[in-house]
């Protein structure tokens, strides 16, 4: 009976243990986890939602959400990053910088770390906001950190991409991949994997930098790419969506998009989902890349869709709209006004615990409560 009870419990703590590192990793990095599936771990809202709290910012809030337990951790174009409690709406604290924060925070092991267009890494502890070190590097950051095996991957506009130690800061590696890095990486199996301005995807050895494998595309590369089942799936400024090999980078297809995509995908068992400047939101079959079903936004968007519960929501770039659409069809299921937009938005849907997070150049941050069906 001793024995039995020994095991119940150490099986009880070997789940805690899981979920709290799964939770770590699920809802506190940009795009959902380090594959950058944009799939949100949370209840749908699948009814029309309504406001739960809001946190007026003074200027534009362009970074997506980055969502704990605790605190909903969003940065702005006035240089602060705010820690909103994440229940009530009201600030924890707030760290302020010398330019612009559009980087989406990552948050690891209770430290935060966020990148600035003062050319800065910051480590962040995630609870006092106290700094524990900065890095800096050549150019503004606009990318989103990746956190694995005790290492931060980050791109920036002085055309690297960075591998630093999070315990220290120190650069471990950097290359130079010949364009701006907006594309924020994804890191699996110990590969990174980023796009360029170059219009180049590279395949990168996580633990030295050397290249794996490249594939030049016909325009720059903003999308970050997902890689899912050893695919890796982005988009283009040529207008293509992309489906590759992840260990060779051999094309498995492409798919035409209409116009220029910035979008970073959604990807399901099923489909992959884009956004594009022309104004629509593709769902494309995964093993083909034909386009399901195509849904007109109205105006373009920068930001990237999310998914959670069979719905899949999208916002669009300036009448500020934010959709909830049935994922298997298109079909519209609600629409929620998020304010005035405009001026090259970047911030996507979060979703924690069937409530929506989302960022907005005037009405700072929101959150959304809906059905909790699943």
Partial sequence: MKWMLTTIVAVFCMTLVAVAQDDAVIETTFRGTVTHSGVYNSSAVRVQPTLLWQYQISRPARTSAAVTESNVYVGSENGT??????????????????????ST?????????????????????????????????????????????????????????????????AILWQFDTGGEVWSSPAVVDNVVYVGSRSS????????????????????????????????????????LAYALDAASGESVWMSELGSQSYSSPAVTEDRVYFNTMGGYL????????????????????????????SV???????????????????????????????????????????????????????ALSGSSAP
């Fill in 81 to 102: 990053l705010y820690a909103i409690d994440r229940l009530t709406g009201d600030l924890n604290w707030e760290f302020s910088t010398d330019a612009p924060i559009v």
């Fill in 105 to 169: 925070a990552a948050v690891v092991d209770g430290v935060l770390y966020v990148g600035g267009l003062d050319r800065r890494i910051y480590a962040l502890d995630a609870a006092t906001a106290e700094m524990i070190w900065e890095t800096v590097t050549d150019g503004e950051i606009y990318a989103s950190p990746t956190i694995v095996d005790s290492r931060l991957y980050i791109g920036s506009r002085d055309n690297n991409i960075y591998a630093l130690d999070i315990e220290t800061g």
């Fill in 200 to 239: 180049d995807l590279f395949a990168l050895d996580a633990t030295t930098g050397t290249v794996i494998w490249r594939y030049e595309t016909g325009g720059g590369i903003d999308s970050s790419p997902a890689v899912i089942d050893n695919i890796v799936y982005f988009a283009s400024y040529d207008g």
């Fill in 282 to 309: 593709y769902a494309l079959d995964i093993v083909s890349g034909d386009i399901q079903w195509q849904f007109e936004i109205g105006s373009p968007a920068y930001s990237s869709p999310s998914y959670a519960g």
């Fill in 312 to 366: 899949i929501y999208t916002l669009s770039e300036f009448e500020g709209l934010m959709y909830g659409l049935d994922a298997d069809t298109g079909t519209e299921l609600w629409r929620y006004q998020t304010g005035r937009q405009g001026d090259y938005r970047s911030a996507s849907p979060v979703l924690y615990d069937g409530t929506l997070y989302i960022s907005s150049n005037s009405e700072g941050v929101i």
